[in-house]
């Protein structure tokens, strides 16, 4: 399911995350796309894990993905990525809880992880 939300909806998406932390950063979006897949797949490190996922980045307008560097083609442009991060563990102890995910990959000296749930072939870098 792809949910389509305001900006500013704290709406609960599971027992952790609330929409809100999946906004685009650019300031001028007034909709925020996200996969339930990626959703319950956060869930799952979550609960792993034990303690607080940081999601440093979801949701990109076009625009605010371009200004990140983001690649033309990101997941995050279509709701199905976010860039995580869980304080006191490091980047690449995380990436081993994100398994599940298509798409993984690992930014330790931005201290984040990228888990996205794309389709087809699964991708680590």
């Not at 685009?24 to 007034?30: N, P, S, T, Y």
């Not at 605010?64 to 006191?88: E, F, T």
Request: proline share 3%.
């Amino acid at each position: 399911m792809i949910y389509k939300l305001p900006k500013g909806s704290r709406r609960k998406l599971s027992r952790n995350f609330s929409a809100d932390e999946f906004e685009c950063h650019c300031g001028k979006c007034r909709e925020t796309i996200i996969d339930s897949d990626l959703i319950d797949g956060l869930q799952i490190v979550r609960d792993k894990i034990g303690m607080p996922v940081v999601v440093v980045s979801g949701y990109r307008c076009h625009a605010h993905n371009k200004k990140v560097g983001g690649v033309k083609n990101s997941q995050h442009l279509i709701g199905r990525a976010a860039d995580i991060m869980v304080y006191s563990k490091t980047p690449h102890r995380v990436a081993k809880l994100c398994q599940h995910f298509k798409g993984v990959g690992v930014y330790p000296k931005l201290g984040f992880v990228h888990c996205d749930v794309r389709a087809g072939k699964r991708a680590r870098w």
